[in-house]
């Protein structure tokens, strides 16, 4: 049972390397890598259950989930959004003369523009060493945590895939999502945690409350909620931001 936190932090990492690697060799997998990154979400939220249940915590083990979560929550948003940009970001090279024109005979679509994607992975690392490093974040994020900002960026790409929303396909849009996505990462933001404190509504309001709204969301919209809940979480987080604080001060 020791080993059950670390077993469960690997397959984490483990799904996390297979949504990357099918992303990658095929779109068409994409039913299958949404999977996976659940998979992921479940194994992450239960290795830290499984640590305080067994008292195995520990700081081998937290290095070991930011490892993890580096690949399932940094390396596969940036893929994600890499993949996104691709489709509208052309970058046209000359052979003859080695420079960047704009498109005709002779040129070569290279779409360097695209890789403005790993931005979200680049940040990512940086959201996970803070997180390591500050002990205030077990009570509520500095930041977007890295597993929401990834669902934010999945459901991003299911919508673009699945409906006819033409500002999802718009390069500029994209690439404001990604500047905007990397920022929200390690801003000094406080960002309430999702863990109650027991079962009443007095002292669990705020929790609550963004429960009943992404029910509600969930009935109304579906899938096309997913995006609308991260940024009700976000807006919610920064209206309550004394609550939130004070609540993370008297837990200390």
């Known amino acids: 049972m020791r080993h059950l936190p670390n077993i469960l932090t690997l397959s984490n990492l483990f799904c996390g390397c297979l949504a990357c690697i099918l992303l990658v060799k095929n779109g068409e997998y994409l039913p299958l890598v949404i999977i996976l990154i659940c998979f992921s979400l479940i194994f992450d939220f239960f290795d830290g259950f499984a640590a305080r249940l067994t008292k195995t915590g520990g700081e081998f083990g937290k290095q070991l989930d930011s490892l993890a979560d580096m690949v399932t929550f940094g390396l596969f948003p940036g893929i994600v959004m890499v993949s996104m940009l691709g489709e509208f970001a052309p970058c046209y090279l000359s052979l003859a003369?080695?420079?960047?024109?704009?498109?005709g005979e002779g040129m070569v679509d290279i779409n360097i523009l695209k890789y403005s994607g790993l931005l979200i992975t680049l940040f990512s690392a940086l959201?996970?060493?803070k997180f390591n490093i500050d002990e205030e974040q077990g009570y509520y994020f500095k930041g977007l945590p890295t597993p929401a900002n990834t669902i934010f960026i999945l459901s991003l790409l299911y919508i673009q895939k699945n409906y006819t929303f033409d500002f999802l396909n718009n390069f500029w849009v994209l690439l404001a999502v990604t500047l905007i996505s990397s920022y929200l990462l390690v801003a000094n933001v406080p960002l309430f945690s999702l863990k109650f404190q027991n079962f009443k509504w007095k002292d669990n309001s705020l929790v609550f409350s963004f429960l009943l709204i992404c029910i509600v969301?969930?009935?109304?919209l579906k899938v096309?909620?997913?995006?609308?809940?991260i940024i009700v979480y976000i807006i919610l987080s920064i209206?309550?931001?004394k609550k939130?604080?004070?609540?993370?001060?008297?837990t200390t």
């Open 244 to 250: 939130i604080i004070s609540d993370g001060t008297e």
């Open 127 to 129: 959201r996970l060493a």
């Open 97 to 103: 003369r080695g420079n960047f024109l704009i498109p």
């Open 239 to 241: 209206i309550f931001r």
């Open 217 to 220: 969301l969930f009935i109304v």
């Open 224 to 229: 096309i909620a997913i995006p609308l809940i």
